[in-house]
């Protein structure tokens, strides 16, 4: 998964962060980094494109790129850069698909401005799309108040990592991945499964209104949970050391409340990785955990549709 790292960049610091970041992953022996850019700026409507200001854009992404990559160089990494056309997400993809990119790291914010990096943009296409496992990490961090800040350029630990399982074969698809992340970092793995609650069917009679109370159903200990088990005996074979738990409630909730109280450094997922209007994972559980936690995210896309 770290053989080939497609990391994208568009110019701002608030971009480069990541490169700080996750500075353990581009200093592996072997891994290469490849560090992409579009060249592709939006142009006022005053503005008329010409091949000259293509090529002046071109030329100023490649300098750009070759600038960070010099600074990687000098500490270690080994580094390509690549300029691409077209819209960002569109430019991550092909380039991914055309070097054979591993895992593709970005920022979640880049820059301000109409061409910033907003979830439910670039970082939503790419997720929905990419063949690849996907780290996103915050470019900002939320204060006491609820206040977001650049966030602040250091190396992330990822001590911790929650795993999200529910038996489905995208949930299974990040076990291994999460495994590789865990054995990196010498992580401590959370495995977790969330049971929906349900509402059991009741006639609805003449003159009642429909409704009626959510009720939960038996839930098995962790210990005897087969769903949680597999995953937690599949770390400890390779040495990690793993918690694990099984709850009912809202999935999304649960993630959510449990990477910003337990001091979670990472949240590995698995999404269906359909097109179209089709849903990720269980419903929208992934996609409301990647629009609002803070914390940084691996989602891993199953190769089942």
């Given at each position: 998964?770290?053989?080939?790292?497609?990391?994208?960049?568009?110019?701002?610091?608030?971009?480069?962060?990541?490169?700080?970041?996750?500075?353990?992953?581009?200093?592996l022996?072997?891994?290469?980094?490849?560090?992409?850019?579009?060249?592709?700026?939006?142009?006022?409507?005053?503005?008329?494109?010409?091949?000259?200001?293509?090529?002046?854009?071109?030329?100023?992404?490649?300098?750009?790129?070759?600038?960070?990559?010099?600074?990687?160089?000098?500490?270690?990494?080994?580094?390509?850069?690549?300029?691409?056309?077209?819209?960002?997400?569109?430019m991550?993809?092909d380039?991914?698909?055309?070097e054979?990119?591993t895992?593709?790291?970005?920022?979640?914010?880049?820059?301000?401005?109409?061409?910033?990096?907003?979830?439910?943009?670039?970082?939503?296409?790419?997720?929905?799309?990419?063949?690849?496992?996907?780290?996103?990490?915050?470019?900002?961090?939320?204060?006491?108040?609820g206040?977001?800040?650049?966030?602040?350029?250091q190396?992330?630990?990822?001590?911790?990592?929650?795993?999200?399982?529910?038996?489905?074969?995208?949930?299974?698809?990040?076990?291994?991945?999460?495994?590789?992340?865990?054995?990196?970092?010498?992580?401590?793995?959370?495995?977790?499964?969330?049971?929906?609650?349900?509402?059991?069917?009741s006639?609805?009679?003449?003159?009642?209104?429909?409704?009626?109370?959510?009720?939960?159903?038996?839930?098995?200990?962790?210990?005897?949970?087969?769903?949680?088990?597999?995953?937690?005996?599949?770390?400890?074979?390779?040495?990690?050391?793993?918690?694990?738990?099984?709850?009912?409630?809202?999935?999304?909730?649960?993630?959510?409340?449990?990477?910003?109280?337990?001091?979670?450094?990472?949240?590995?997922?698995?999404?269906?990785?359909?097109?179209?209007?089709?849903?990720?994972?269980?419903?929208?559980?992934?996609?409301?955990?990647?629009?609002?936690?803070?914390?940084?995210?691996?989602?891993?896309?199953?190769?089942?549709?």
């Open positions: 998964m770290f053989e080939r790292i497609l990391v994208p960049l568009d110019g701002s610091s608030r971009a480069e962060v990541i490169l700080t970041q996750v500075a353990r992953l581009l200093r022996k072997d891994s290469e980094i490849i560090l992409c850019q579009s060249s592709h700026v939006p142009l006022d409507f005053h503005t008329t494109r010409t091949a000259a200001i293509d090529a002046r854009m071109q030329a100023d992404a490649t300098s750009y790129l070759d600038g960070v990559a010099r600074r990687l160089s000098d500490q270690g990494a080994r580094v390509r850069v690549r300029v691409g056309n077209g819209s960002p997400a569109e991550i993809l380039i991914a698909a055309n054979g990119a895992m593709i790291a970005m920022s979640t914010h880049g820059r301000s401005g109409v061409a910033r990096w907003i979830m439910g943009s670039v970082a939503e296409k790419v997720v929905r799309a990419s063949t690849v496992p996907v780290l996103l990490v915050r470019s900002f961090r939320r204060s006491p108040q206040d977001l800040h650049p966030a602040v350029a190396e992330l630990a990822f001590q911790r990592i929650l795993v999200p399982v529910d038996g489905s074969p995208a949930s299974t698809a990040a076990v291994e991945p999460a495994l590789k992340f865990g054995k990196l970092a010498g992580a401590e793995m959370r495995v977790l499964h969330v049971r929906p609650m349900v509402i059991p069917p006639p609805i009679l003449p003159g009642m209104v429909a409704g009626a109370p959510i009720v939960p159903l038996p839930t098995l200990p962790p210990e005897e949970n087969p769903v949680v088990t597999a995953v937690a005996d599949r770390f400890r074979a390779s040495g990690l050391k793993v918690l694990h738990d099984s709850v009912e409630g809202d999935p999304a909730a649960e993630i959510l409340d449990r990477s910003a109280t337990q001091g979670v450094d990472l949240i590995v997922m698995g999404t269906h990785g359909r097109s179209g209007v089709s849903r990720w994972l269980t419903g929208s559980v992934a996609e409301r955990v990647l629009r609002e936690s803070t914390v940084p995210l691996l989602l891993v896309r199953s190769p089942t549709p």
